[in-house]
């Protein structure tokens, strides 16, 4: 019988690991097991492996593995190297007493999985090996950079807090716990992505969430099956109701004082490791309405803000299709004057109405999206010059009229003051457009229809967007259309929350 060299154990061991690693487990063996890994990670230089011995003479041998890079320099070399090598002989040395007697670290926990090792050091921390021991402790060493906080660039506010999350998952969740400061907030982690395995936290406060939203989020968030997670929009368009829709069924911020406020709603936060930014449900269709500093201003003037930017929707939307079809078919509805002038004026544009209009709105989209990706010093100029020397030179040249170039101005500038809902803005505009093109204000009036059909329709995770009630009351629209003060805002919105109740005290005097 041939003999098996301990090179060719290591190989075998190696193999049987590659399927599934994530059930293999380690050996008593020093040796084997820096070997084993040091097999897993073949061509990786950022693996670094280290033996120390312990004792005067040297008698304890320990195997040390982290990835350079990730670790704080400073926690390894006073707190975990010097205790090993300080060890003093005839010391009884198992891993309890490592973990509670020799190693400094906060976080120390055993393990004899070889998958949740990787997980870890790739994150990392550090495996501490024992020789003689058949298991392992991994030691909370990270020391890797992140950004630090600021204020999101996409939804800057003239009030209030300035905090935005960053790619930290950990820092993420601590602004989320100065701003909510109750045991009855809970965290869950759970990793997703076969090959990133990315640590997704649910967030919730237990008492308001209402348990049939959360039973479903879970539920769904555990039939997703990705080999990589590397942004909540990975999850968003997987677990999100009505999939094609343009409109949005699930929240989306970078900032912690939003989240928070969503909380104490009732909702659920699901962050993502590496993204900024934190997916919230269930969404309602007024959010696309609702500012972030409505809430830090006076209600006066929010309610009037809230109520400018939904009539803007409806003008950004409509007013190329009520424009083609005012020129196209019903030009009588214009005064004499003014249908003079503009028919004076099309008489040398060689596009018809539709088609001028369509490729006006298509170049206003492209000036738009030049000028967010470019940077920010040139972006704003570039897009404001871009579109006044276009839009000029388009005229003078008699390709478009004066008045479509109006038209569509009007129609950009009040589709910016809701970004949230600029993809469902630019599908909807077209759309009307097409119907109001073929078959006039019928074409306009179907159009409508059908996307108030499909907006009454939408839910979110079992919660209808847009719940109509015959007996509305001034709780129910309290802070939809309008924002009313925080006296009188007494309950939550009662479709989120399982307790309702807000405010318990007397109005105030008035």
């Known amino acids: 019988m041939l003999k098996i060299t301990a ?15 994530s059930n293999s487990s380690l050996s008593a063996s020093l040796q084997s097991n820096l070997d084993m890994f040091k097999a897993l990670f073949q061509d990786d230089d950022t693996a670094l492996f280290r033996t120390v011995q312990g004792g005067v003479n040297g008698q304890y041998a320990f195997g040390l593995l982290y ?14 190297l010097k205790p090993l090598m300080e060890i003093e002989d005839g010391v009884p040395i198992t891993i309890d007493t490592v973990m509670s007697r020799v190693v400094r670290i906060n976080e120390a926990k055993k393990t004899t999985n070889v998958g949740d090792i990787i997980k870890s ?16 402790i991994l030691l909370n060493t990270k020391g890797f950079t992140l ?39 809970k965290m869950k982690f759970q990793s997703m992505g076969t090959r990133t395995q990315t640590q997704v936290c649910v967030v919730y406060i237990d008492s308001l969430v209402n348990k049939r939203v959360l039973q479903e989020l879970q539920k769904r968030l555990s039939r997703i099956n990705m080999d990589a997670v590397l942004d909540e929009n990975y999850l968003s368009e997987q677990i ?6 343009p409109f949005r069924t699930t929240g989306l911020t970078e900032r912690p004082d939003v989240v928070a406020g969503r909380l104490l709603e009732g909702r659920i936060a699901v962050l993502v490791d590496g993204s900024p930014t934190v997916m919230t449900v269930p969404y309602l269709f007024i959010e696309n309405f609702q500012s972030n500093e409505d809430y830090y201003m006076s209600f006066f003037y929010t309610s009037f803000s809230r109520m400018l930017r939904i009539m803007a929707f409806f003008l950004t939307v409509s007013i190329p299709a009520i424009y083609t079809v005012i020129i196209t078919y019903h030009h009588e509805i214009l005064p004499t004057a003014l249908m003079m002038s503009i028919s004076a004026e099309r008489q040398s544009v060689p596009l018809p109405v539709p088609l001028e209009a369509f490729a006006l709105l298509l170049m206003f989209d492209i ?38 170039i109006i038209m569509v101005a009007i129609t ?23 119907a109001a093109s073929s078959l006039g204000f019928l074409g306009l009036g179907l159009g409508f229809s059908m996307v108030l059909i499909h907006v009454l329709n939408l839910k979110s995770f079992g919660i209808a967007q ?7 009351s001034f709780q129910d629209i309290k802070d939809t259309y309008i924002r009313a003060p925080w006296w009188k805002m007494r309950t939550r919105p009662k479709q989120l929350s399982e307790d309702t109740t807000r405010l318990v005290a007397e109005d105030r005097h008035e």
Request: glycine share 10%; hydrophobic share 45%.
């Open 466 to 472: 847009i719940t109509p009630d015959k007996h509305l």
């Open 67 to 80: 990835c350079d890079g990730l670790v704080n320099s400073a926690i390894m070399d006073e707190h975990i």
């Open 147 to 185: 950004r630090s906080i600021a204020e999101p660039e996409g939804e800057k506010v003239l009030n209030g807090p300035r905090e935005g999350f960053t790619e930290g998952i950990m820092m993420n969740l601590s602004l989320l716990h100065r701003k909510v400061r109750s045991n009855e907030l």
């Open 367 to 404: 000036l738009r999206e030049t000028g967010i990706r470019m940077p920010s010093s040139i972006g704003q100029a570039l897009s404001v010059v871009g579109a006044l020397v276009v839009g000029q030179a388009a005229v003078e040249a008699k390709l478009v009229s004066a008045s479509m």
């Open 7 to 21: 090179k060719q154990k290591v190989v075998q061991a190696v193999e049987q690991l590659n399927a599934p690693v």
């Open 121 to 136: 050091v790739t994150y990392g921390d550090t495996i501490l090996f024992i020789d003689g021991v058949a298991e392992g």
């Open 240 to 245: 999100r109701d009505n999939a094609l829709s």
């Open 412 to 434: 950009g500038i009040t589709g910016l003051i809701i970004p949230k809902m600029n993809a469902p803005i630019i599908f909807v505009r077209l759309g009307l457009l097409l």
